[in-house]
């Protein structure tokens, strides 16, 4: 008996050195099947975690692996013109099944980006926060930037350019809805880049 009680205290003293990785208890693999999707463009990321997408297969099945136990949302892109959101609680060291993801007619948002001076920026890149939109290249021609089709929902807009201030505003959208935005850029006082100094520019050098 006493060399069972030994034993356990062995364990409970190597789980408190960290002689056990407990790192696979914290993260899970979260799987579904999308309905009616167009693999060639369907995704599907975790919101707030642009490290977290997978693509899907043509019958609309997916894996996500290493996703945090917790609770979170999924940013669904199921064919060019529908779209869902989907709340699901993962758990750790488990497979957690969301079953069938229906998705609805997507919303599109048509970004108009401009300078004070009227012109078109250069290095203008639209991104829509925690979602996997990002780094969205405007075309120059036009001065726009389509994005969707986008759950309904609320989201978080930013819009960069060379040498001027970034803008941020927050917008929501409604299903199926069509949306333009007009963006003006400030001039930047400081050269371009980030108010704290940072490159937040994908490299590129802001002054």
């Known amino acids: 008996m006493r060399a069972k009680a030994c034993g356990w205290v062995l364990v409970l003293a190597m789980a408190s050195c960290g002689g056990f990785d407990n790192g696979a208890l914290q993260t899970g693999t979260v799987k579904g099947r999308i309905l009616g999707v167009e693999a060639d463009v369907a995704r599907v990321s975790v919101m707030g975690r642009s490290d977290l997408r997978a693509s899907v297969a043509a019958d609309g099945s997916f894996q996500l692996a290493g996703v945090p136990a917790t609770s979170l949302e999924l940013f669904v ?9 989907k709340s699901v609680v993962a758990q750790g060291a488990q497979v957690t ?7 609805s007619p997507g919303a599109f948002l048509t970004v108009r980006v401009t300078a004070e001076d009227g012109g078109i920026p250069s290095g203008v890149e639209v991104e829509l926060k925690d979602t996997g939109l990002d780094r969205i290249k405007l075309d120059a021609g036009v001065g726009e930037a389509r994005l969707g089709p986008l759950p309904t929902g609320c989201y978080e807009l930013e819009v960069k350019a060379d040498d001027l201030e970034d803008v941020q505003e927050e917008l929501c959208v409604r299903e199926g809805e069509e949306q333009v935005r007009a963006i003006t850029l400030p001039t930047d006082d400081n050269g371009g880049g980030d108010d704290d100094g940072g490159d937040d520019h994908g490299g590129r050098d802001g002054g």
């Not at 892109?77 to 959101?85: D, F, I, L, N, Q």
């Not at 099944?97 to 998705?103: Q, Y």
Request: charged residues 30%; proline residues 0%.
């Open 77 to 85: 892109v199921a064919s060019r013109t529908r779209a869902a959101r």
């Open 97 to 103: 099944d969301v079953g069938d993801i229906a998705s």
